[in-house]
């Protein structure tokens, strides 16, 4: 019997991703293979895994990342080599800002599971307290905030992920919707009037008027949501997967007590950073054929459509997308849920661009945390944060759009 062997997903904090696995013992009988499951590691350990592959290893499938993508290139097959035809299929039932995600300069490199974009979590209780409505700018949730501070209302008004590569996404976001850029072309562009403005209204948010919860600088994604969960803030920018969580009574003290927004705005319009998960191939595999054939049964149409309603992730597949909301036409918290998700899809998703995204957070990351934390100016922080990776900008003209 032959053997495939997979680098997945999963571990501590990640557990939700493993679900999807246990679809694996079905192509394990269809098609009269074993699936090896190496190592099931959380984001950092495979970006980690990742950065020690040397072409040697007998790895056949491993976990991706539409925004580390062309980080990790050079590790993955292109899936049209193996099966052109199922392929296609499936590239042409994405949302056209995630089919140019997976795609660099015509390899199809990621078969994507799910497309995540995060959108404005809140409490419907402390709204109707004070009298609001969901903000639909930035300056709005300001405004909030402060109301919400003013009413002296035993939570903190908002938070948000400010270490590592989620701050830099969070700040990308912001700096786009007041209507600048991450990058253009071949160049950074964060270093602009419309930069300094995001990362000062950041700062203001913490340090200025305190509206944030105060162990903000700290925290990373699943510590946003855990301060959401257990009701110690009114707003956050949360992603779907979290969803169900929230709304278990088993799991969340705030299940019966939140709704789902639009994000906020600027004078740049609305833009909402987004990525996906998927698998991969291994270039170098010896079993591409039947590599290939795995990564794309895991993401069928089927496979979606169960991930998407045992966890609450946004199906990466546009057909499975328009299933979940026939199905849930009687169920007013899914329709509202996914209609707010769709709409963020279509018209605000924003990709990342940059070539060596890894390595250019990890430099800029806690230069743009000392000024959240009021330790910096925010114009030398970006002055300081480009000096630190205009290197990279040569990777750009190879890999970039």
């Not at 409505?133 to 300001?142: Q, R």
């Not at 707003?235 to 906020?264: C, E, K, N, T």
């Not at 998927?278 to 895991?298: C, D, H, P």
């Not at 925010?378 to 759009?401: I, S, T």
């Amino acid at each position: 019997m032959d053997v495939l062997n997979a680098v997945l997903i999963g571990g501590k904090g990640f557990e939700p991703y493993e679900v999807l696995y246990s679809k694996i013992p079905d192509f394990e009988r269809k098609y009269s293979i074993k699936v090896n499951i190496l190592h099931e590691f959380s984001h950092p350990e495979l970006n980690a895994f990742k950065d020690n592959l040397n072409g040697g290893e007998d790895v056949d499938v491993i976990s991706s990342h539409t925004s580390f993508l062309r980080s990790y290139k050079h590790l993955y097959l292109d899936l049209t080599e193996t099966d052109p035809e199922s392929t296609k299929i499936m590239l042409n039932d994405l949302p056209g800002p995630l089919k140019k995600a997976v795609t660099v300069k015509g390899e199809v490199l990621i078969a994507p599971r799910f497309i995540d974009v995060s959108s404005l979590h809140y409490r419907t209780s402390v709204f109707n307290k004070i009298g609001e409505e969901p903000p639909k700018t930035w300056d709005e949730l300001l405004q909030v905030a402060i109301k919400i501070k003013e009413n002296k209302i035993d939570m903190y008004p908002y938070t948000f992920a400010a270490r590592g590569h989620a701050l830099v996404g969070r700040f990308m976001e912001i700096l786009h919707s007041f209507g600048g850029k991450l990058i253009d072309g071949e160049h950074f562009a964060f270093y602009s009037q419309e930069g300094i403005e995001a990362l000062q209204f950041l700062a203001d948010l913490h340090v200025k008027y305190k509206i944030t919860h105060p162990r903000t600088p700290d925290f990373f994604y699943d510590d946003v949501s855990q301060a959401f969960k257990t009701g110690e803030v009114v707003m956050v920018l949360d992603w779907p997967g979290w969803d169900y969580v929230f709304r278990d009574p088993r799991q969340s003290s705030i299940w019966d007590d939140f709704s789902i927004a639009l994000p906020p705005q600027g004078k740049g319009g609305l833009w909402v950073y987004g990525g996906s998960h998927g698998l991969s191939v291994i270039r170098w595999s010896k079993r591409k054929g039947l590599a290939t054939t795995f990564v794309l049964f895991m993401v069928s149409t089927e496979n979606q459509y169960f991930e998407s309603k045992s966890q609450g992730f946004l199906p990466a597949r546009t057909s499975v997308f328009a299933m979940l909301l026939d199905s849930s036409k009687d169920n007013y918290f899914e329709n509202h849920r996914l209609s707010v998700y769709r709409k963020i899809i279509e018209e605000a998703y924003l990709p990342v661009k940059v070539v060596k995204w890894r390595e250019f957070t990890e430099n800029i990351w806690p230069i743009l945390n000392k000024a959240v934390r009021g330790e910096i100016k925010a114009e030398e922080a970006l002055k300081n944060a480009y000096e630190k990776v205009k290197h990279l900008e040569k990777f750009q003209a190879e890999l970039g759009e």
